[in-house]
């Protein structure tokens, strides 16, 4: 017996025995779950022993879905997040380059601004950036990461500033005159960002190591990532980054990495390599196919079946066409790649639904596990649809907070009251497990189990929740973090729970968030982050 942490409040996720006082762990796995006195009686001369002094215990999070490599390529940008007007925007990004001493010519790179935040309630245009300077090539990226502003020389390195080209699955915004205004939508974006040198392998690792003990601090102990878009590198570059850094013993939390590889040829280059899902050792594993299949509802790009409330003109955008969806989800499905598609719209949902029909149809197959990430703005059809074709809806709670302010204008009220509907979900008995999208969001998962149990805003409105009858209890919400999230990759057998025989994969929290009142969650703090028995972070 290695490690024993008794004198705990512990919260098992386990229906045959919910609640518990100690712990025993031998080697990276839990050996024992029960009382205090029991625990002892495995105690050796070696064993380690912790006491817990009451503190609340669960298992460690699981982010179902997040960018780990873009949130750490984020950290090395100008930061928008906290932006409340262009003209503060315009001070910031100036301040990055002069604190930085960044060289005439050299990109600048910056995420975060979001325009619903904005005194101008406006997006930027080159016009704006172009007031940061005129002699750095500029890129901004919204929040979202479906939408980026440029100034008018990043458009004229990119050769779209006289004649802008049409974009599949993507849209170039143009003045009266036709001329750029600066901000370019989804595949467009790439137009830009293709010219940014990406980082090399070794950078790629160190930025990973530091970014994951970002997530150890949070109580993250497995994330789901898609990382392929992040860097503009080779994929090979970053599964080799990571192979190489499970090899060194450098990957302090558990991986797997959501293949994002949005053309055929991409798909078939991988395929190439006889990896598929499942594949990889305990602290990387190769997961599903990642396809985004359309925008974001605060870019007004999410495709909807009809036009935004606040912006007839348009429905959003849908990436692909249904016969190049259908033929991607097929290829990865029958090579033994489990799928999962971006969509926040009704209309992306309706052609996923299709195409994942389509696949099972013609080449059956087991427990494929198929999985819609965000599904956010749904109907009563689609709600159903998730549970007639065995689809696991992939949510992010924390969205409720960032988007209760929009939602209603976006859509109207009536598509807005049968949106962001998680209880609905659990309520049909679909598989649902719950993730962050950082660094579109916080990866805190406890905000993302605040927002789930109070439909609020973290500054706390509206004082009885937005769409009330969808709350969460608290455990719910943990469960979607924990076992939730274990189903997506096949690992809820060996993680999600505190049980015997799985991973000692464990969370210490400053306070129990099943007892205290709802609104103070999102204050809670981790005390200790154990992965295999060990301890990887401890609060100061």
Same mark, same amino acid.
């Given at each position: 017996?290695?490690?024993?942490?008794y004198?705990?409040?512990?919260?098992?996720?386990?229906?045959?025995?919910?609640?518990?006082?100690?712990?025993?762990?031998?080697?990276?796995?839990?050996?024992?779950?029960?009382?205090?006195?029991?625990?002892?009686?495995?105690?050796? +001369? +070696?064993?380690?022993?912790?006491?817990l002094?009451?503190?609340?215990?669960? /298992?460690?999070?699981?982010?179902?879905?997040?960018?780990?490599? +873009?949130?750490?390529?984020?950290?090395?940008?100008?930061?928008l997040?906290?932006?409340a007007?262009?003209?503060?925007?315009?001070?910031?990004?100036?301040i990055?380059?002069?604190?930085?001493?960044?060289?005439?010519?050299?990109?600048?790179?910056g995420?975060? $601004?979001?325009?619903?935040?904005?005194?101008?309630?406006?997006? /930027?245009?080159?016009?704006?950036?172009d007031?940061i300077?005129?002699?750095?090539?500029?890129?901004?990226a919204?929040t =979202?990461?479906?939408v980026?502003?440029?100034? *008018?020389m990043?458009?004229?390195? =990119?050769?779209?500033l006289?004649?802008?080209?049409?974009?599949?699955?993507?849209?170039?915004?143009?003045?009266?005159?036709?001329t /750029?205004?600066?901000?370019?939508?989804?595949?467009?974006?790439?137009?830009?960002? !293709?010219?940014i040198?990406?980082?090399?392998?070794c950078? @790629?690792?160190?930025?990973i190591?530091?970014?994951?003990?970002?997530?150890?601090?949070?109580?993250? *102990?497995?994330?789901?990532?898609?990382?392929?878009?992040a860097?503009?590198s080779?994929?090979?570059d970053i599964?080799?980054?990571?192979?190489?850094?499970?090899?060194?013993?450098?990957?302090p939390?558990?991986?797997?990495?959501q293949?994002?590889? /949005?053309?055929?040829?991409?798909?078939?280059?991988?395929?190439?390599?006889?990896?598929?899902?499942?594949?990889?050792?305990?602290f990387f594993?190769?997961?599903?196919?990642?396809?985004?299949?359309?925008g974001?509802?605060?870019?007004?790009?999410?495709?909807?079946?009809?036009?935004?409330?606040?912006?007839?003109?348009?429905?959003g955008?849908?990436?692909?066409t249904?016969?190049?969806l259908? !033929?991607?989800?097929?290829?990865?499905?029958?090579?033994?790649?489990?799928?999962?598609?971006?969509?926040?719209?009704?209309?992306?949902?309706?052609?996923?639904?299709?195409?994942?029909?389509?696949?099972i149809?013609?080449? %059956?197959?087991?427990?494929?596990?198929?999985?819609?990430?965000?599904?956010?703005?749904?109907?009563?059809?689609?709600?159903?649809?998730?549970?007639?074709?065995?689809?696991?809806?992939?949510?992010? %709670?924390?969205?409720?907070? +960032?988007?209760?302010?929009?939602v209603?204008?976006r859509?109207g009220?009536?598509?807005?009251?049968?949106s962001?509907?998680?209880?609905?979900?659990?309520? !049909?008995?679909?598989?649902?497990?719950?993730?962050?999208?950082?660094?579109v969001?916080?990866?805190?998962?406890l $905000?993302?189990?605040?927002?789930?149990v109070?439909?609020?805003?973290?500054?706390?409105?509206p004082?009885?929740? $937005?769409?009330?009858?969808?709350?969460?209890?608290v455990?719910?919400a943990?469960?979607?973090f924990?076992?939730?999230?274990?189903?997506?990759t096949?690992?809820?057998?060996?993680?999600?729970?505190?049980?015997?025989?799985?991973?000692?994969?464990?969370?210490?929290?400053?306070?129990?968030?099943f007892?205290?009142?709802?609104d103070? @969650?999102?204050?809670?703090?981790?005390?200790?982050?154990?992965?295999?028995?060990?301890?990887?972070?401890?609060?100061?």
């Open positions: 017996m290695d490690l024993i942490l004198n705990g409040n512990i919260i098992t996720i386990d229906a045959n025995y919910p609640k518990a006082e100690a712990i025993s762990i031998t080697g990276d796995r839990i050996a024992f779950v029960g009382k205090n006195e029991e625990v002892f009686d495995l105690k050796v +001369s +070696s064993t380690e022993i912790i006491d002094k009451s503190k609340t215990v669960v /298992p460690g999070f699981n982010d179902s879905h997040m960018h780990l490599l +873009s949130y750490a390529i984020s950290l090395e940008m100008a930061d997040n906290a932006i007007s262009i003209d503060d925007l315009i001070k910031n990004v100036r990055f380059i002069e604190e930085k001493n960044i060289p005439e010519g050299q990109w600048i790179q995420r975060g $601004w979001n325009q619903e935040r904005f005194f101008e309630k406006r997006m /930027p245009t080159r016009h704006d950036l007031k300077s005129q002699k750095h090539p500029i890129v901004l919204r =979202c990461g479906h980026c502003a440029a100034n *008018t990043a458009l004229a390195e =990119c050769g779209i006289e004649s802008p080209p049409s974009v599949d699955g993507g849209s170039i915004d143009v003045e009266d005159d036709g /750029p205004t600066g901000i370019l939508r989804e595949n467009a974006m790439q137009l830009i960002y !293709r010219l040198p990406p980082p090399d392998k950078k @790629i690792k160190d930025m190591s530091k970014a994951a003990k970002d997530c150890l601090r949070a109580g993250l *102990t497995s994330i789901q990532t898609d990382d392929f878009g860097a503009k080779d994929f090979k599964l080799d980054a990571y192979f190489e850094l499970e090899r060194e013993n450098r990957l939390l558990r991986v797997s990495e293949v994002l590889l /949005p053309e055929m040829a991409k798909l078939e280059d991988f395929l190439k390599l006889g990896l598929k899902t499942r594949d990889g050792g305990d594993k190769i997961g599903p196919l990642k396809l985004l299949t359309d974001s509802l605060g870019a007004r790009t999410a495709a909807l079946s009809e036009p935004y409330e606040d912006d007839k003109k348009t429905s955008i849908a990436i692909y249904q016969e190049e259908n !033929r991607l989800v097929e290829k990865a499905h029958m090579n033994g790649m489990q799928v999962a598609c971006h969509a926040i719209g009704d209309r992306a949902m309706e052609m996923v639904f299709e195409a994942y029909g389509n696949a149809k013609k080449y %059956p197959r087991e427990d494929p596990r198929f999985r819609i990430i965000h599904c956010q703005i749904t109907t009563k059809e689609i709600l159903d649809k998730f549970k007639k074709y065995n689809v696991i809806a992939d949510i992010q %709670p924390i969205f409720v907070s +960032s988007d209760l302010l929009i209603e204008e859509v009220k009536q598509r807005a009251e049968c962001y509907n998680w209880k609905s979900l659990l309520e !049909r008995g679909v598989h649902v497990a719950a993730g962050s999208d950082s660094p969001e916080s990866f805190n998962p $905000w993302g189990i605040y927002a789930a109070t439909r609020k805003t973290l500054g706390g409105i004082e009885t929740g $937005w769409l009330p009858g969808q709350k969460l209890s455990e719910q943990v469960y979607l924990t076992m939730g999230s274990a189903y997506c096949y690992e809820e057998n060996i993680k999600g729970s505190i049980t015997p025989g799985k991973l000692a994969d464990l969370v210490v929290l400053s306070e129990d968030i007892g205290m009142p709802p103070e @969650i999102k204050n809670v703090q981790v005390e200790k982050t154990f992965v295999g028995g060990k301890l990887q972070y401890e609060r100061n």
